[in-house]
């Protein structure tokens, strides 16, 4: 039956109106552009959780508002943009939000919403039966998607709403809590790893829940995980391999120590979450072996949180409380989509072919997911490997789990200066130069016509740079050395360099074909059969200590490359005193930029090889500490 509305005819006191003159409307005889401002000013009154009160209440009077409501992609579309974050998606996306692909998005994005609150009430006990793994891996998607494209309201549907720890919980008991009891590590699944990664969203410093602490028990779990990378892929494509090849390189990776064990792979899109807005992605699972990293250093290390002077910095290393700061009583994290734009590009990018220069909707407008200038500044923290005899088991077949619980793993602290440079365009002019091998000169310039390429990539042992890497520096960066006896500028990078960078590829871009303009490169930006950023450094004396000397005294050199599809940072060590040996980092900065975090391992004559590796978590420094 049909609400009425009251509508008098003149004004009176509401105690001496004349019901008989009362002119009496039916609701679904309103313009259908009032009854959708009726629905989202409902809508509105109930910013959290799902617009029931539209869809239900509203809709119940009577079928005929029902059928419009349910119609009504503008219903949808408005209601969309006031309960979910749109910036992210603007942004990555090329797809215009558009009320005809918005409002499907809406009901997909509730569905798994409602399934994550009621799982989360549930408990364990429904996962896996009642609570189908489908459904999970979906849910999941959806959460993890969400948090990627946080400005604040997606956080509150998800926990406001959701209740999203008490489902990471549930999720925990439910599978990773069996696994710490396992004899062998587990299998990467796409839930294991979308189900770490909501573990350290919740955990992370940046938010005020620190959910990794409920479940102390994964202690035994992440420690494993986070020294097996032989077990399981670190990266998106071998560290060894600079330049992107075919997917059917797997029988090149190494099966030891223990063939019954997970072994590394390359991650193909997923099949489960192949569709977004109503248009086709291509994404990848993000990788389970980072959020064990993450979680191993939030169990085992306090993070370095306000370094704002040195003795805040010591305080958050030992774990001693320091004066002044306490914790935030904030109930949202820092809530801000643009730091994981990078990401977003890193999981949709593919690695079979070359990067296009025509980007597909699915796809981010991002080209790359390195930010130039990210790793440059003063980064210290703590640098851990498993005891020898831990190694050596688990090299002979003892299980990892076992192995690792009780293993006091050998630490020590590291500080480093690093600067990135950037190739942008070929040398024109002399540049005065200080060479490592003799007194300042100046060279002549090279040919206008004859531009010079960046350098190619080098063997894997040495960071992908040449075998005898050299440079000089100039006043704008370095010159490095080609094999030919070449100079290539690679310009060091600074704040406002990015937009210069911009600029110069927008110009290289439009003339790139032209090869008698010297002016123009005949290479277009993101050619990764070419290093574009150079990374050079030096080891200088930490802020913190402990009772193991670092391996890396100051003035120890530090050389290396990333690669631009993935941000993957390779560098090589040579420590000032020899007999400490040479290293290799492998890592990534995370979301914010400001902590490095990896894995690293001493040279070996086979990159694929399994050795005996570390992991290490750096933080970056604050310009009070300088």
């Known amino acids: 039956m049909p609400i009425l509305i009251a509508k008098p005819r003149w004004q009176h006191s509401p105690a001496n109106i004349n019901r008989n003159n009362i002119d009496r409307v039916s609701l679904d005889t309103l313009p259908d552009d009032i009854l ?11 910013p959290r959780g799902p617009p029931s009160a539209v869809f239900v209440a509203l809709g119940a009077t009577c079928r005929s508002i029902a059928f419009a409501l349910s119609l009504s992609p503008h219903v949808y579309n408005t209601i969309f943009r006031f309960q979910f974050d749109i910036s992210a998606l603007e942004r990555r996306l090329f797809t215009s939000l558009v009320p005809s692909i918005v409002a499907p998005e809406l009901q997909r994005r509730w569905r798994s919403l409602k399934r994550m609150r009621w799982a989360a009430s549930a408990g364990p006990s429904i996962w896996g039966d009642l609570y189908p793994l489908d459904h999970i891996r979906q849910d999941m998607w959806i959460a993890y998607v969400l948090l990627l494209e946080n400005d604040g309201k997606n956080w509150e549907q998800l926990v406001g709403w959701a209740m999203l720890p008490a489902y990471v919980h549930a999720y925990v008991d439910w599978d990773l809590t069996p696994a710490c009891s396992a004899h062998d590590l587990p299998e990467e699944t796409e839930v294991r790893s979308l189900g770490l990664w909501l573990l350290w969203f919740l955990s992370d410093n940046r938010n005020p829940l ?97 370094t704002a002077t040195p003795s805040l910095a010591i305080a958050a290393l ?136 960046p350098l190619r990539p080098g063997p894997a042992l040495r960071a992908h740079l040449p075998e005898k890497f050299a440079f000089d520096r100039v006043q704008s960066g370095i010159e490095a050395m080609t094999v030919s006896g070449d100079s290539v500028l690679y310009r060091t990078w600074h704040e406002g360099l990015n937009d210069v960078l911009s600029d110069e590829r927008a110009t290289s871009s439009e003339c790139e074909a032209d090869s008698l303009d010297g002016g123009c490169r005949e290479i277009r930006s993101g050619d990764e059969s070419f290093v574009e950023i150079i990374v050079t450094g030096e080891a200088i004396e930490p802020f913190q200590t402990l009772r193991n000397q670092s391996l890396m005294e100051p003035t120890s050199t530090i050389r290396g490359t990333i690669r631009l599809r993935d941000g993957l940072v390779v560098l090589h060590a040579r420590p000032l005193i020899p007999s400490s040996g040479e290293w290799i980092y492998i890592g990534r900065l995370d979301a914010d930029g400001n902590a490095f975090t990896g894995r690293w391992r001493a040279l070996q004559d086979d990159p694929t090889s399994h050795v005996w590796e570390g992991a290490f978590r750096m933080q970056r420094r604050t310009i009070a500490d300088l």
């Open 36 to 46: 959708t401002t009726i629905a989202i000013e409902l809508a509105a009154l109930y």
């Open 210 to 306: 620190p959910e990794m602490h409920r479940h102390p028990q994964l202690q035994r779990l992440v420690t494993p995980l986070a020294f097996s990378s032989y077990a399981y892929a670190v990266a998106y494509h071998p560290w060894h391999s600079f330049v992107p090849g075919p997917l059917d390189q797997d029988n090149s990776l190494p099966i030891l120590p223990r063939p019954l064990t997970p072994r590394p792979k390359y991650h193909h899109f997923s099949p489960s979450f192949d569709s977004y807005l109503s248009q086709p992605l291509k994404i990848r699972a993000p990788l389970l072996s980072e959020a064990a990293l993450h979680l191993y250093f939030a169990y085992t290390q306090p993070p370095l949180v306000n």
């Open 318 to 453: 030992s774990g001693l409380p320091s004066h002044g700061v306490s914790p935030s009583s904030s109930s949202k994290p820092r809530c801000d989509s643009m730091r994981f734009d990078a990401e977003w590009m890193r999981l949709t990018t593919r690695w079979d072919t070359p990067m296009p220069r025509d980007l597909p909707a699915s796809t981010s407008k991002a080209r790359h997911a390195y930010v130039p200038g990210s790793l440059t500044g003063i980064f210290e923290g703590i640098f851990t490997l498993p005891g020898l005899d831990t190694y050596f088991n688990v090299r002979d077949g003892a299980s990892p789990i076992e192995s690792y619980q009780g293993s006091i793993p050998l630490s020590h602290i590291q500080a480093w200066k690093i600067e990135e440079h950037i190739h942008i365009a070929p040398i024109s002019t002399a540049a005065p130069s200080t060479s490592s091998n003799g007194p300042h000169h100046v060279r002549d310039p090279p040919p206008a016509t004859a531009p010079i390429l």
